[in-house]
């Protein structure tokens, strides 16, 4: 598969997916079991919060940094552990991972102090950061560009999806029925089976020989990082007029700025420039900033909609919403079908397009529980959509990339995630908050309205900026393994 012209002639047939082998199935099952399990330490704590804070003796108003130390750290941190990957190898960096995400974990289920609980979070998202970027560079050193990269990560994003859809439903279930600290014990146990299994089947390619790490440009990007989430975070808690929102993205843009500066004048960068001016990176990147963002707000907009308009409980809202999560699983196993017969650029364009047509009749609801059958249909055909357009960033935002620079290709991919993540959720909030007048009601439905906006937005742009990044010539590619 090219990476910049993707597209056959029409008298060729698409190529079957390539089966994995027997050792690809072992090494795959590790890594989409560790990522799915960090997809669902997203959201599993969310619906345990009022119970965490009554049992350690949060404040009311200090519950949301058991979920933004997680954040801040997960999407801080991945850009620099994606090119310490590269550096000092992706599967010894995927075990320290493991490992400290186990050790973390049965910190934080065994916290008896906000403290204590807080730093064990801080180890999960730092572990977050550590194994994600791994993974997935693993997975696409693993499989050469083609079909066989195209299904392995459409069952990435097909089981990331779903963690993020399902954590919820997972830790209200947990919490109801044994306790909140279950939501860490269960990660002890999956750490210790893949540590157990991941080092005798985990395999990569050999290193050439090892660039020093840019140690300025990684101090910098990851403070730039850090104050954007937190900048973002900070806005959905106390509004987009609060200082310590307009602070932290005034730090967060002058850091970005810095960061260029140091890597213009380092021999040995922590980014090279070639790779970020490949439109299939910046625009496939932008295009899964923007999927994350747009998909993972809905489900926090249609949260609201099930509980404070239709009246339903939260765990009865969770299980409402494993439609869309079912959808996720179905669109990561058919998107590469979708790119083997189209291209990655065209998948993107159609997920969205989708994903917008599915998402626009909800910015109608209304307070009666008669939408509960269309809301099933448009948000499991919405969940399809969005991953078809999910697998399609992934693949693009990853082909042509040389192998000593896939761990800084899969941070960036994970970064784009993790901060579409942590941008949708306070942006949508804002708005449904701005709108609302008696009720909650009408502030959904303008949210919703722009939340389908954004997703047709997507489509038009990648349709127009990603054409002439597919047409990249061979001195381009020959530019990105400088």
């Known amino acids: ?35 799915f399990t960090l997809a669902v330490d997203f959201s599993i704590l969310n619906v345990a919060l009022p119970h965490i804070g009554a049992d350690l003796g949060f404040a009311t108003s ?58 064990a979070r801080v180890g999960q998202g730092i572990a977050t950061a550590m194994v994600t970027p791994a993974a997935l560079s693993l997975m696409t050193t693993m499989f050469p560009e083609g079909p066989a990269r ?47 299994i991941g080092p005798f089947v985990l395999r990569e390619p050999a290193r050439g020989r090892r660039p020093r790490l840019d140690v300025p440009g990684a101090i910098t990007i990851t403070l730039a990082l850090v104050a954007l989430v937190l900048g973002i975070d900070t806005a959905g808690h106390s509004g987009w007029d609060h200082p310590g929102t307009w602070g932290c993205l005034a730090a967060a843009a ?53 509980q404070d ?23 990561g196993l058919i998107a590469p079908q979708v790119i083997s017969r ?10 969205f397009l989708l994903q917008a047509a599915a998402t626009l009749p909800l910015a109608f609801v209304s307070d009666s529980r008669g939408w509960l059958v269309p809301l099933l249909i448009l948000t499991f055909i919405g969940g399809v959509a969005n991953l078809v357009a999910i697998v399609g960033y992934a693949v693009t935002a990853t082909a042509g990339v040389p192998a000593e620079q896939q761990g800084l290709a899969t941070g960036l991919v994970t970064m784009s995630q993790q901060v579409g993540i942590a941008l949708g959720t306070p942006v949508m909030s804002a708005l449904a908050t701005s709108f609302a007048a008696a009720t909650l009601l009408p502030g959904l439905r303008v949210a919703v309205g722009v939340n389908a906006a954004v997703a047709l937005g997507a489509a038009v742009l990648v349709a127009v900026f990603l054409r002439s990044s597919s047409r990249l010539n061979p001195a381009d590619s020959n530019k990105a393994r400088t």
Not at 21 to 35: D, E, G, W
Not at 67 to 89: K, P, S
Not at 342 to 351: C, M, W
């Open 1 to 35: 598969m090219s990476t910049t012209d993707t597209s056959r002639p029409p008298s060729v047939a698409a190529p079957r997916a390539a089966r994995f082998t027997p050792a690809q199935k072992t090494a795959m099952a590790v890594l989409l079991t560790a990522n």
């Open 254 to 306: 002058v850091l970005a700025a810095a960061f260029v500066r140091i890597e213009s004048r380092t021999a040995e960068s922590l980014i090279a420039p070639s790779l970020l001016r490949r439109r299939s990176i910046a625009w496939g990147n932008l295009a899964g900033l923007l999927a994350f963002a747009t998909e993972t707000s809905l489900v926090f907009l249609l949260t609201l909609y099930l």
């Open 150 to 196: 195209s299904r392995a990560l459409g069952l990435n994003g097909a089981l990331m999806a779903a963690g993020f859809t399902t954590g919820a439903l997972v830790g209200g279930l947990l919490t109801g029925t044994v306790s909140w600290r279950w939501a860490f014990f269960i990660n002890v146990v999956i750490a210790g089976a893949v540590l157990l």
């Open 342 to 351: 189209t291209s990655p650029k065209l998948a993107i364009v159609i997920g």
């Open 309 to 331: 308009t239709l009246g339903f409980s939260a765990l009865t809202a969770g299980l409402i919403l494993g439609g869309l999560g079912i959808g996720t699983v179905i669109g």
């Open 62 to 119: 200090s519950l949301q940094w058991i979920v933004t130390t997680f954040a801040l750290c997960a999407a801080g941190f991945t850009l620099l552990f994606g090119r310490v990957a590269d550096l000092f190898g992706r599967k010894r960096l995927f075990l320290i991972g493991i490992t400290l995400l186990g050790i973390a974990s049965l910190a934080g289920g065994l916290a008896s102090e906000p403290a204590l609980l807080l730093a």
